[in-house]
């Protein structure tokens, strides 16, 4: 019989009550978004006037000056977009064998540099040669910010703030064609440059104090940081945060190739980014500006032309936050946008084709349909989220990926549904969005089904490595986590929320008695008649902590709860432990209940907790003590901080892997062992330089 009662290590309930650890993540979380978030916002938000600048210098003037006649501009574009897509990966791969605080400025300096060179030439070939290189110079902005991201910040947090980068890239195609304007205005002619020319070196030399800026300030990941303003115990708690399998890096050969092809992850998210990518075509090709311009009976006039569609991204912008926080809020469900955009796409695109006599049915449609801007943020940040566990190489290469995949589709997919002599109906286009929007709920709830599917397998694949786990009963006794919902997932990825076990587990090997009372005779009817093998007890008490003024009830009642429940439960099942193959009891206490470390955790204002924890310590003594002769083994485990729903997504370990780590403990146990107080070993964790550490040996109390 094992009975574990869980506590934390240290629980967030009462971390979030620590003033040294709230301000120390505080104060890491307002640094990374100052260095990290602002780089990349800024940086994006100018990436965008880049690429822009050529439209705006096209009808500024250069058109006539530069003499281009037929197709060139749009092959100058198609150019452009071969550079991008080609650099997509490289730029990425780079980014994991360069340091991103030399790699951005990098790229940063050579697109301003290519982009002032442009002021310079004399004929639209020369302008074909410095897009193609300008487009490998992009190509790393938008998917290594990404990447960027998805290595600082937890799935709580991801969301947000992929969000606010991917809304500075929209606010740039909003206000991009007034800034450009005014510096053609107001410089044209000056020094004998026309005002195009101006155009592109004032692009150009803005990039340079924010290359000079990331290059001194950028913090890389949170593995190589070298950061000044970054302390020791920062960088600590920054890797503390993540899973430690983020910052390793696969070798980059045949292998590497192998998995990157043969593991769903590569699959699933380039096609949903393909599909996803799609749906905002409404947007990314401006109809509704080609639909004013070919509006059959009103006349636009050109300041209408250039304003009334900068409502597309503004409703995008609106969408994108909004979508990107509750997806944060909802613990990371990033797949109820895919709903959301099929909705979006099919009932928009049908009003354009039932209502198209109704001019303002139209433009309501086409700006609702810049809300489909959302799946830019919440999509990237999946994929981050789905791939914390995987090396930080693997998912740099798949986010590239998405990508690349959806320019190389939409270079050819836009020529075909969305071409301007499709104008204003663009019939073609509105059954490919619905078909797009259909096919992304499809493929995005095969994605959620292959999730659920993964751990399955994980799950089935840890019953055949500890078949005891099913050979054994279980006695769950629980205070105030009703239906067991706080049960780790053994193997299961880090990140992931955790749920109960299979139905035929909880059904045939889970007994559930509840520890708000002080009395044996509550407890002792809830038992069965069967010999019991393992008992587990996971204990949460509400009363965690007791303030100077109530202390002697606090402490009455969460002594009850984690000294007095936890004898009588012991004290009801002894028939049955006596029956059992194995005499092992195990008490899930916690280190703050050490009175050794009690200076250590003196900041957590917990007494009545630490004092029936101490308590609990010594129960398990006495209780090793007086049934050593019969063969029991009584064991005290701190399982570590563990990132259930009570511990939070800042705690330092996921839930598998603490089951894993006090399952092994479990498995291994011997009467050697009776009356110790034994700490979970995780390799990585033994020499923590934070507050918690892993290394499997006693814990002095």
């Known amino acids: 019989m094992t009975i574990l009662s869980s506590s934390s290590c240290i629980p967030s309930s009462m971390m979030r009550f620590v ?30 006037l880049d690429r822009s600048n050529l439209s705006n210098a096209y009808v500024s003037g250069m058109k006539e000056e530069l003499a281009f006649h037929g197709n060139q501009l749009n092959v100058i574009n198609t150019i452009f977009t071969v550079g991008y897509i080609l650099g997509q990966v490289p730029s990425n791969l780079a980014l994991t064998y360069f340091r991103p605080r030399i790699f951005f400025p990098a790229m940063i300096l050579i697109w301003g540099g290519l982009t002032m060179i442009t002021a310079a030439v004399h004929s639209p070939q020369g302008i074909m040669a410095i897009r193609f290189f300008l487009g490998l ?53 000056v020094r ?18 924010i290359a000079i800026y990331g290059l001194l300030l ?56 393909v599909i996803a990518g799609e749906t905002e075509s409404f947007s990314s090709n401006s109809l509704l500006a080609l639909y004013m311009k070919s509006h059959p009976t009103i006349k636009y006039s050109i300041a209408q032309l250039n304003n009334y569609p900068t409502g597309v991204p503004a409703v995008g912008i609106v969408s994108t936050l909004f979508w990107a926080t509750l ?42 349909a810049g809300a489909v801007y959302a799946c830019q943020a919440t999509f990237f940040a999946w994929c981050n989220d789905a791939m914390r566990s995987q090396d930080a190489r693997h998912r740099s290469v798949v986010l590239a990926s998405m990508n690349m995949g959806n320019n190389a589709v939409n270079a050819w997919w836009s020529i075909i549904f969305y071409s301007a002599n499709l104008a204003p109906r ?20 095969w994605i959620v089904f292959m999730m659920m599917i993964i751990y399955v397998i994980r799950f089935m694949y840890k019953l055949h490595q500890h078949p005891s786990i099913i050979k054994l009963s279980y006695l769950v006794t ?29 059904r045939k090997h889970l007994r559930n008695i509840p520890l708000r009372t002080p009395k044996p005779t509550r407890t002792q009817p809830k038992v069965r008649p069967d010999s019991l093998d393992q008992m587990r007890r996971y204990r949460r008490s509400k009363r965690a902590g007791c303030s100077q003024d109530s202390a002697g009830e606090d402490l009455t009642q969460t002594f009850h709860t984690n000294v007095t429940g936890t004898h009588n439960v012991t004290r009801a099942f002894l028939p049955l432990l006596r029956e059992g193959q194995r005499k092992l009891v195990v008490n899930i206490s916690t280190t703050l209940g050490s009175m050794t470390l009690a200076s250590v955790y003196k900041g957590a204002p917990t007494p009545a907790y630490k004092i029936t924890k101490a308590a609990l310590n010594m129960l398990t003594v006495q209780y090793a003590q007086d049934y050593a002769s019969e063969g029991f083994t009584f064991l005290a485990v701190s399982p570590g901080w563990l990132q259930t729903d ?45 507050l918690n550490q892993y290394d499997g040996k006693e814990v002095p109390w």
């Open 426 to 445: 663009f019939t073609r286009g509105m059954w490919a969005m619905i078909g797009c929007s259909i096919a992304l709920v499809i493929w995005a709830s």
């Open 192 to 209: 004998g440059l026309s005002g195009w020319r101006w155009l592109f070196i004032i692009d150009g030399l803005i990039t340079l104090p």
């Open 478 to 506: 629980n205070v105030d986590i009703p239906h067991n919902r706080h049960l780790p997932r053994p193997g299961t990825r880090p990140g992931t929320p955790p749920r109960q076990p299979p139905q035929f587990l909880r």
């Open 137 to 189: 110079a992009e190509s790393s902005t938008f998917v290594g910010t990404h990447y960027i991201l998805g290595s600082w910040y937890t799935e709580e947090e991801l969301g947000k703030r992929s969000g606010i980068f991917t809304a500075s890239g929209l606010a740039g195609t909003m206000f991009g064609g007034f800034i450009q304007t005014g510096i053609h205005s107001s410089l044209d002619g």
């Open 19 to 48: 003033p040294a650890f709230r301000d120390a993540e505080s104060k890491l979380l307002f640094k990374i978004d100052f260095f990290i978030l602002t780089f990349c916002c800024v940086t994006y938000f100018f990436n965008y």
């Open 327 to 368: 997806t944060d809020i909802l613990h990371g469900k990033r797949y109820l946008v895919a709903y959301f955009i099929g909705i979006t796409g099919v009932v928009t695109s049908v009003l354009i084709l039932t209502r198209f006599d109704s001019t303002p049915t139209v433009f309501g449609a086409y700006y609702w």
């Open 646 to 690: 009570l511990g939070g997504p800042r705690a330092d370990l996921p839930p598998a892997t603490g089951a894993e780590a006090v399952l092994d403990i479990v498995q291994k146990a011997t009467t050697s062992q009776n009356g110790k107080f034994l700490n979970i070993r995780v390799p990585g964790w033994e020499e923590n330089e934070g």
């Open 218 to 273: 950028f913090p890389d990941t949170p593995a190589t940081t070298s950061a000044p303003y970054l302390t020791e115990s920062e960088r600590a708690l920054a890797i503390s945060r993540l899973p430690v399998t983020n910052a390793e890096r696969a070798p980059f050969n045949r292998a590497f190739i192998n998995r990157l092809f043969t593991t769903w992850y590569w699959w699933a998210f380039v096609i949903l980014w």
